[in-house]
């Protein structure tokens, strides 16, 4: 039986599709051992985009994901997200240099990346610099859907990788967008142009299709594939283990994974869900007019999310197909960060406001002066570059010089010399005010052990002022009481 390796994706990528990074360090920290017996190959653990979100609302410090996260691993090997390039905005060099550098001093040391053009001159250039900074590489391959996006494209692209040696290349469906012929086609050819660099396999499942894909491509060839763990599988996540797995002893493969210690973690979670009203991931059916938005499942989540926060959340499906415009317009971007949140973010603002391009985000006329690069530039429709362009604003962002300060530059702006790196990040990625904020924030809520409910739940009942508990389940019965 041939082995197929399995890297688990539930507390990133699952969390971002699903839980829109609702999940927090008490809810992760009790299910960390049992992931960690279950024989991964490695495990999606932490990215920057946590740094705002947990100071902000969840009021939590996130280096504690990392401090705390990583003392209960010791058997798998634990990724990153991200590299040097990628992201929403310009940040400084020094400040993407330091969360790489802080990060694998916690001991992680693999990363996940992309280049959103799928740039492997860029990306090879990157991945050289993160090996320098203590960093593997496993290179995103994205798949899109458009007339530029050609067997040609990718067979050319597939090529460029194997030229940059990576770790590992991942061929990411970010989107959900890939039917079973078409995973085998490109598998196919993807796999005969890198040679002998290690193939990954990941996708969404957005349509539904994403169980039948992953299979479609172990079978030419794929030995390392990407699940979640319900409820944070399926829907805008990944396949859950439990399916594939069981399909791949079907179809005579082996895969390495230990099933059996992973439904402590399905519970955990799920009652997790249940009790803070969280998504469960559940199987979707396929829904033709996917394949023209083609918003990524991390995306679907926030969107849904933002729009509700602004009681607009009836304008979900309006907002979807103006994306399917915007995205032509622009010359058809692959829906991956940062271009499908520029997509998004204009196709929203075209749908509040009534009127196409009234208003651009920043981000938006700096893809129209190509500083996201001259491929989108070049390939916009000429008309919209052009009512984008012809506004004060893009005059000013046209003549703007972005700063590439010091660390020790930035370091004064954010408090001095004294403050340690993950301090530092903080309050540049959260805020001052909200970092000074936490220390009057109330204590982490901590949830109890996925495996060993009762054993934890007499120990946080010690804890408590109470001077007699009585427990009764069935036939089982339990009375604890203080002495006088």
Same mark, same amino acid.
């Given at each position: 039986?041939?082995?197929?390796? $399995? ?149 050319? @692209? ?8 990576? =770790? ?55 030995? $390392? ?48 869900? @249940? ?10 059916? =396929? ?12 995306? $679907? ?19 979807? !197909? ?23 973010? +204009?196709?929203? $603002? ?12 920043? +981000? ?34 046209? @003549? ?11 370091? @004064? ?15 540049? =990625? ?29 120990? !946080? ?24």
């Amino acid at each position: 039986m041939e082995e197929v390796r $399995i890297v688990d994706t539930t507390l990133r990528d699952g969390d971002i599709s699903l839980w829109a990074y609702g999940m927090t360090t008490g809810m992760m920290l009790p299910a960390l051992r049992h992931l960690d017996e279950a024989g991964f190959d490695s495990m999606e653990f932490f990215l920057s985009l946590r740094f705002k979100k947990f100071v902000r609302e969840h009021k939590e410090d996130p280096w504690d994901w990392l401090r705390l996260g990583t003392k209960e691993i010791k058997n798998t090997r634990l990724r990153y997200h991200g590299g040097l390039h990628s992201g929403f905005e310009f940040i400084p060099e020094c400040i993407r240099r330091l969360v790489i550098q802080t990060v694998v001093k916690y001991g992680i040391d693999l990363t996940r990346t992309s280049n959103a053009w799928n740039n492997f001159e860029l990306l090879g250039k990157e991945a050289i610099e993160l090996k320098k900074l203590g960093m593997d590489t496993v290179m995103n391959l994205i798949y899109a859907i458009s007339p530029r996006h050609t067997d040609e494209y990718y067979v050319q @692209k597939a090529r460029d990788a194997a030229s940059c040696k990576p =770790y590992r290349v991942c061929f990411k469906d970010v989107g959900g967008m890939l039917t079973p012929e078409r995973a085998r086609t490109l598998v196919r050819l993807i796999k005969q142009n890198l040679g002998e660099i290690p193939l990954e396999f990941h996708a969404h499942c957005n349509n539904g299709l994403a169980p039948f894909n992953l299979l479609e491509a172990v079978k030419e060839g794929v030995r $390392i594939v990407h699940t979640a763990i319900p409820p944070l599988a399926n829907g805008s996540s990944q396949p859950s283990v439990f399916n594939v797995a069981s399909n791949l002893r079907a179809l005579g493969y082996q895969p390495l994974v230990n099933t059996d210690v992973l439904l402590a973690v399905r519970d955990h979670f799920s009652r997790i869900a @249940k009790e803070q009203g969280l998504p469960v991931g559940a199987p979707r059916e =396929y829904d033709q007019a996917w394949y023209g938005h083609q918003v990524p499942g991390g995306m $679907i989540s926030n969107l849904r999310h933002q729009l509700k926060v602004m009681g607009k959340e009836e304008k979900f499906e309006e907002v979807l !197909e103006e994306i399917s415009q915007v995205r032509a317009e622009l010359g058809y971007p692959i829906m991956v960060t940062p271009f499908a949140q520029f997509v998004g973010s +204009q196709a929203a $603002i075209n749908v509040m406001v009534g009127e196409r391009y009234k208003e651009a985000t920043d +981000q938006v006329i700096q893809y129209a002066l190509g500083l996201w690069g001259k491929e989108g530039s070049d390939a916009m429709d000429a008309a919209v570059k052009a009512k984008i362009l012809d506004r004060g604003r893009a005059r000013e962002i046209e @003549k703007t010089v972005y700063p590439e300060p010091s660390l020790g530059e930035v370091r @004064k702006q954010y408090g001095g010399a004294h403050l340690s790196d993950e301090e530092l990040l903080l309050r540049f =990625y959260a805020g001052p005010e909200f970092v000074d904020a936490l220390k009057k924030a109330p204590p982490r809520k901590e949830y109890l052990d996925a495996r060993k409910p009762l054993v934890r739940l007499v120990e !946080e009942l010690g804890k408590k002022k109470l001077g007699h508990v009585y427990i009764r389940k069935g036939e089982f019965s339990l009375t604890i009481q203080k002495d006088s």
